[in-house]
């Protein structure tokens, strides 16, 4: 920042030094080109009384100029009193020209040494905020990202670079948090089937290595690899969502909806899950293969979890996907937090069938990619409403 501040000193140090400079320089001249005549015209208004003794009439000369002459004196022999007047006149204008240029000089090296110190001052004063940015993004760290700078200034444009940095320390805080998060509950839902194989594979056999033991284990690990390989295709999918698209095409996504609903028939059905549609046309700009999957992981949540013989909705209009069930009441204050990974409305009960609690941080992430919106709410008899509100698909240019 020194060095910022020592350019910024000598471009207002030297703005204003050149401005007085200027402002010197024009006065001198603009002196200089009228003071022989004003000293000329100041002694000719002498009175006649002070003219020398002998002449032959007393003539005011005031009204005398250079071309004329005085009465009385020959015109062969220059006038005294005009050799007088043109002497005085240059004695007076020298004299005066070097006093001004004299002071003149002295205020324009105190105006240079003021000039420098006040733009030394101004320098620091402007570059104060960069100075407090600086110190407080060097100082920053993963312990103490809740530090501000909350810059206390007047409205303007570094003003403005700090409340936006600010900003973007909150989101940064955010971002930071949710990734602990996650990768704390990745290595917990990870570590719990891993301790289950060793589990079985240990103690399993160890007191009934029975062949019909061994088919029971093996069901078990299979299983527990499943659940594994499930969790992990969803972190990848999370983790790809959360890169953007890779490539963006017009998907009908009342096509998608039928298709899912068809493909997740028979779990519906075996849960006693009645599902409705009311799709209308709904064209959305992305990748077809991610909005499926926003869509089936949108319809395994409102299946699963639901009570015996419950509903499930699911609404398509232009700009909007709204999937509604019903099933346990869900508090209003814990709907955002569903949104989060491994996070669930009920406790985990490691079950077959029980998902990791990625589901909606998915439907979220493409949704997201996407430049749509996800909002959840609780119905007044149990269950959860999730709707996405997605941007309109540009028309076709024909021009």
Same mark, same amino acid.
């Given at each position: 920042?020194?060095?910022?501040?020592?350019?910024?000193?000598?471009? /207002?140090?030297?703005?204003?030094?050149?401005?007085?400079?200027?402002?010197?320089?024009?006065? /001198?001249?603009?002196?200089?080109?009228?003071?022989?005549?004003?000293?000329?015209?100041?002694?000719?208004?002498?009175?006649?009384?002070?003219?020398?003794?002998?002449?032959?009439?007393?003539?005011?000369?005031?009204?005398?100029?250079?071309?004329?002459?005085?009465?009385?004196?020959?015109?062969?022999?220059?006038?005294?009193?005009?050799?007088?007047?043109?002497?005085?006149?240059?004695?007076?204008?020298?004299?005066?020209?070097?006093?001004?240029?004299?002071?003149?000089?002295?205020?324009?090296?105190?105006?240079?040494?003021?000039?420098?110190? %006040?733009?030394?001052?101004?320098?620091?004063?402007?570059? &104060?905020?960069?100075?407090?940015?600086?110190?407080?993004?060097?100082?920053?760290?993963?312990?103490?990202?809740?530090?501000?700078?909350?810059?206390?200034?007047?409205?303007?444009?570094?003003?403005?670079?700090?409340?936006?940095?600010?900003?973007?320390?909150?989101?940064?805080?955010?971002?930071?948090?949710?990734?602990?998060?996650?990768?704390?509950?990745?290595?917990?839902?990870?570590?719990?089937?891993?301790?289950?194989?060793?589990?079985?594979?240990?103690?399993?056999?160890?007191?009934?290595?029975?062949?019909?033991?061994?088919?029971?284990? &093996?069901?078990?690990?299979?299983?527990?690899?499943?659940?594994?390989?499930?969790?992990?295709?969803?972190?990848?999918?999370?983790?790809?969502?959360?890169?953007?698209?890779?490539?963006?095409?017009?998907?009908?996504?009342?096509?998608?909806?039928?298709?899912?609903?068809?493909? %997740?028939?028979?779990?519906?059905? &075996?849960?006693?899950?009645?599902?409705?549609?009311?799709?209308?046309?709904?064209?959305?700009?992305?990748?077809?293969?991610?909005?499926?999957?926003?869509?089936?992981?949108?319809?395994?949540?409102?299946?699963? /979890?639901?009570? !015996?013989?419950?509903?499930?909705?699911?609404?398509?209009?232009?700009?909007?996907?709204?999937?509604?069930?019903?099933?346990?009441?869900?508090?209003?204050?814990?709907?955002?937090?569903?949104?989060?990974?491994?996070? &669930?409305?009920?406790?985990?009960?490691?079950?077959?069938?029980?998902?990791?609690?990625?589901?909606?941080?998915?439907?979220?992430?493409?949704?997201?990619?996407?430049?749509?919106?996800?909002?959840?709410?609780?119905?007044?008899?149990?269950?959860?409403?999730? !709707?996405?509100?997605?941007?309109?698909?540009?028309?076709?240019?024909?021009?």
């Amino acid at each position: 920042m020194s060095s910022e501040r020592v350019r910024l000193t000598a471009l /207002y140090g030297g703005l204003l030094v050149l401005a007085g400079a200027i402002l010197t320089t024009l006065v /001198y001249f603009l002196v200089r080109s009228g003071l022989g005549a004003s000293i000329s015209t100041a002694i000719t208004t002498v009175p006649a009384r002070a003219m020398p003794s002998g002449s032959a009439t007393q003539v005011p000369l005031q009204s005398a100029s250079p071309a004329q002459l005085i009465p009385g004196v020959s015109a062969s022999k220059p006038p005294i009193a005009l050799a007088m007047n043109r002497q005085l006149s240059e004695a007076a204008e020298n004299a005066t020209l070097h006093r001004l240029l004299t002071v003149s000089g002295i205020a324009l090296a105190c105006f240079a040494a003021l000039s420098i110190a %006040l733009a030394w001052w101004m320098a620091g004063r402007v570059l &104060r905020p960069v100075a407090v940015i600086t110190t407080t993004a060097r100082r920053l760290s993963g312990e103490n990202l809740h530090e501000r700078i909350a810059l206390q200034a007047p409205p303007g444009e570094l003003k403005e670079l700090a409340d936006t940095f600010d900003a973007m320390l909150g989101r940064i805080e955010q971002l930071v948090s949710a990734q602990q998060r996650f990768a704390a509950n990745a290595a917990h839902e990870l570590r719990t089937p891993l301790a289950v194989q060793r589990a079985a594979a240990e103690i399993g056999l160890a007191d009934d290595p029975t062949p019909q033991r061994v088919a029971e284990i &093996r069901t078990k690990l299979i299983q527990v690899a499943d659940n594994s390989e499930h969790l992990i295709e969803e972190l990848l999918l999370l983790a790809a969502s959360d890169q953007g698209l890779q490539r963006s095409e017009p998907v009908a996504l009342e096509s998608t909806v039928s298709a899912v609903v068809a493909a %997740l028939a028979d779990e519906a059905a &075996r849960a006693d899950i009645t599902v409705h549609t009311d799709l209308e046309p709904l064209s959305v700009q992305g990748d077809s293969v991610l909005l499926e999957h926003l869509v089936r992981n949108l319809l395994i949540n409102a299946v699963r /979890y639901n009570h !015996q013989g419950g509903t499930v909705r699911i609404r398509t209009r232009p700009g909007t996907l709204e999937v509604s069930n019903t099933g346990p009441l869900i508090p209003t204050g814990s709907v955002d937090r569903l949104f989060e990974p491994f996070q &669930r409305a009920q406790e985990r009960r490691h079950a077959p069938g029980e998902g990791a609690g990625l589901g909606l941080s998915i439907v979220e992430s493409i949704a997201q990619a996407h430049l749509a919106t996800v909002t959840g709410r609780p119905n007044a008899g149990g269950g959860l409403t999730i !709707q996405v509100r997605f941007s309109p698909v540009a028309e076709p240019d024909h021009a």
